[in-house]
Structure formats: C-alpha cells, structure tokens
C-alpha cells in the first residue's frame, strides 16, 4: 500500500519523528476568529501560504500534535467532514459542538516554517425574537429603553434606533450598558414625547436577519369610582387605577385644593395600597371636619404626568332605632283609622244590605204586597180611586217580609196620560180583585 506522493509510509513516519525532535526553527503567524454553525460548513483559510512551501500541515490543539490532522502530501485516515480546498484551506462540513478549538495551518519551507492559528467557535443564534420594554430609573426622572435577546451563542449585538437613527449616537442619550445579552439606553425626559416609538435592533453572527422589537411610550391615564360617601366614625376606600403608561407610572395621594402639595404618607388614619396598576386609599374613622372633600390621584412617568379628582362627602349617621319607631307607630294609626271607620259606618251597610236583598226574597216567597192610599178609603167611589192614584206622583209601598218592613222606592208610572189612566184604573181594580181572592 502506498500514500499519495509516492512516499513510503516508514520513511514519512521517521521525518516526522525527525521533525519533532528537532529544535523549531523561527515561526511567524497570525491569528483571527471564525464562528461556524452546529450542522452547517466552514472553511478555515491558511493565509499567506508561500508558493514555495512544499507541503501544508493543520493541527487541532496543540500545534506540535503527532499526528498532524490533515497533510496536504499525505492522507492520514481522517474524518470524511476534513479536506483541503486548493492544497491550503480546510474544510469541516456537518459541524458539531466538539469541532470548536484553536486550529492552526503550517507550512513547511526549505528554511522557515509559516504558522497560521485560527480559533473555531461553534455558535448557537437566539431560538426566540429581542424583547424590549421601558422602564423608569431609580430617580424616576430618565427613561430607559432595555432590549434582551437570551439564547444564543456567543452574546448577540444589540442597538437601539429612532426614527432610523441609531441613538447612541444623540445627544439626549445619558448612557449606555450592555451585559451578556441584554442592552439598556437612559434617556432624558426632557426630550420625550406621548405615543413615541423606539426600535431595538439585534444580530448575530450565525443569522443573516436582523430581528427587531418596538417600545412605544405613553402618558397616564386615569379612572376612578363615582364619589363616596362615609359616615362619621366609618371606614370607606377611594380606588384610582391606571388604564395606560409606558413606563409604569408612580401613583401618589394628595390631600385636595385646600392642601395641594401635602402627598398622603400611609400611616395612623390612612392606608395606602397598590396593586398593579391599582392604588386604594383606605380612611379609618372618617371625620365630618377633616376628610370631607376631593382628593387628588397622581399619576407621573418620564413622559408627564396626569392627575384626577376624587370627592368625598361625610355625614352624620342616621338614627335607625327611631326611624323603625316611627314607620311602627304610623302604621299602627293607619290600622286604628281603617277599624274605626269600617266599625262607625257598618250599621247603615248592614240596612242597605237588607234593602238590596229584600226584593229578591219577595220573589221567591209568596210574601202579600199591600198597597195603602194616604187619602181616605171611598170603596163605593170608584172613580175616587182613579183620581187619587192620578194625582199622587209618588206612593209608598209597604211590604211585609217575613215579618220585617222596608221602605221601597216611589212608583213614578202608575198613571201615563190619557189613556195611561184608564188602564191604570182598570190595573188598580184588578189589583182589588187579587186581594179579595188572596183574603
């Protein structure tokens, strides 16, 4: 078996051992960084290779490494993902995590030995996009922008930009971090406005796109609940919640228009709780004299600030006991005037009762109608009777019921006209002869 370039393997093993034990000669060489992709190719250069040099050897590691791993005279039984490109380059395709070292090409000269080292880092891009926020600072006074992009190896480029420019590069810039992966620019407040937009910008040297995220910055605004209302010696909460800031705004408590500077520090009477974007301010023990009024919720980022009113009113605490009392006590007099009255006018519908109900008794029992005449009783004198019944417009009726007699109403029509009298004298005739058959 032989090796390319005809050289017995015996006499290419004794030159290198000869070359390993000889003292090295002056090296010169450079240096530089690639970065390669797990899964993908690279191609490290061995620059500045003379003409001259009669045979290119690469190393991994340690330089001095026998054997070498690669020759370009000699093919040693390498990994197929190793070859040499134009007799000096190597190439290394499906990279894996274990390829990543200092790798370094040698040419061999009749006089001097040229080394060139290369350090191969095996980088890993973000899995995820940049997340960027804003934030107040310590001062709460100076905005600041950070943008974090984890994941990824080595540590992303992170930049911030408005409206195209990149900011690092402005003057209202106050300072500039970067740690690992995350990026954080202060700004100052005086040169923000409402609904400004920001852009972080990231790259990495495995991943051609460049992800970006946005911040855009707003005022406070607020909100409450409809005005409160304690009573002397109660406890009652005014609630002001946030319904938008970019940053998060600082919630604060003032007293009202009668004190406008004095903020409320919780303690003693008052208690002060914040949820989120959610502030409660708890009274204890209201007071008529003291807490009856509009407080004041402040809302303050970078950006500005916003402030709403919330009024309260403090009254006096209603005597229940006496107002029950009382709904009692007219009750009971609403109840004593129904019964006096149903007891005072009951005899009188008692009467009218019987009244109604009289006739209909007459009906159905065989009771005797008797009519009397106020005139005096001429049986002989017939037409007596007539002119009586004509000129009386209004007779009483008696009638005997079961013993009991009720007074009927007057009988308006007994006598109509001319001929309305003859038939009621004919009527009151047979009116007679009925009562004769009944006696």
Same mark, same amino acid.
């Given at each position: ?269 008052? !208690?002060?709780?914040?949820? %989120?974007?959610?502030? /409660?301010?708890?009274?204890? +023990? *209201?007071?008529?004299?003291? &807490?009856? =009024? ?103 009726? !008696?009638?005997?019921?079961? %013993?009991?007699?009720? /007074?009927?109403?007057?009988? +308006? *029509?007994?006598?109509?006209? &001319?001929? =309305? ?19």
């Amino acid at each position: 078996m032989r090796f390319p370039g005809r050289t017995p393997p015996a006499r290419f093993f004794l030159l290198l051992c000869v070359w390993r034990l000889v003292p090295r000669r002056d090296a010169t060489g450079t240096e530089e960084v690639v970065f390669g992709k797990i899964g993908g190719s690279i191609l490290l250069l061995c620059r500045n290779v003379s003409k001259e040099a009669t045979e290119v050897l690469w190393f991994q590691g340690d330089p001095h490494s026998f054997p070498p791993l690669f020759s370009s005279r000699v093919a040693f039984p390498p990994d197929v993902r190793f070859s040499l490109v134009d007799n000096s380059s190597l190439s290394i395709t499906e990279l894996r995590a274990q390829d990543e070292g200092n790798y370094t090409c040698k040419e061999v000269l009749n006089k001097t030995d040229h080394e060139h080292r290369v350090q191969l880092l095996i980088a890993s891009p973000p899995q995820s996009t940049p997340k960027c926020w804003a934030e107040t600072s310590s001062s709460g006074l100076m905005l600041q922008l950070v943008c974090s992009w984890p994941g990824g190896y080595p540590h992303p480029t992170l930049h911030w930009r408005e409206e195209g420019q990149d900011l690092e590069n402005s003057s209202w810039v106050l300072s500039s971090t970067s740690s690992s992966d995350t990026h954080v620019e202060t700004l100052n407040s005086s040169h923000l406005s409402h609904r400004q937009v920001f852009k972080c910008v990231g790259s990495h040297v495995v991943r051609q796109e460049e992800p970006t995220c946005t911040v855009e910055i707003k005022i406070p605004s607020l909100e409450s609940d409809p005005p409160k209302t304690c009573f002397v010696g109660d406890s009652v909460t005014l609630t002001c919640r946030v319904t938008e800031s970019t940053p998060t705004a600082r919630l604060t408590w003032l007293r009202g228009i009668t004190q406008p500077g004095a903020e409320i520090q919780p303690g003693g009477r008052y !208690l002060i709780a914040q949820e %989120g974007n959610v502030s /409660r301010l708890t009274i204890q +023990n *209201c007071s008529q004299a003291t &807490d009856g =009024g509009c407080y004041v919720c402040k809302a303050q980022n970078p950006v500005g600030l916003r402030e709403l009113f919330v009024c309260l009113t403090v009254k006096q605490p209603v005597n229940v006991v006496g107002v029950v009392g009382a709904v009692v006590v007219l009750s009971l007099l609403a109840v004593l005037t129904v019964t006096g009255v149903v007891l005072y006018y009951s005899p009188l519908l008692c009467l009218r009762a019987s009244a109604c109900s009289a006739p209909h008794r007459n009906q159905d029992s065989g009771d005797v109608l008797v009519l009397v005449d106020s005139d005096d009783d001429d049986d002989d004198d017939g037409n007596g009777e007539e002119e009586a019944m004509s000129s009386s417009a209004k007779q009483e009726v !008696l009638a005997l019921v079961n %013993g009991s007699s009720v /007074r009927a109403p007057y009988l +308006n *029509c007994l006598v109509e006209g &001319d001929d =309305g009298e003859q038939h009621g004298s004919g009527s009151a005739e047979e009116v007679r002869g009925e009562e004769t058959q009944g006696s």
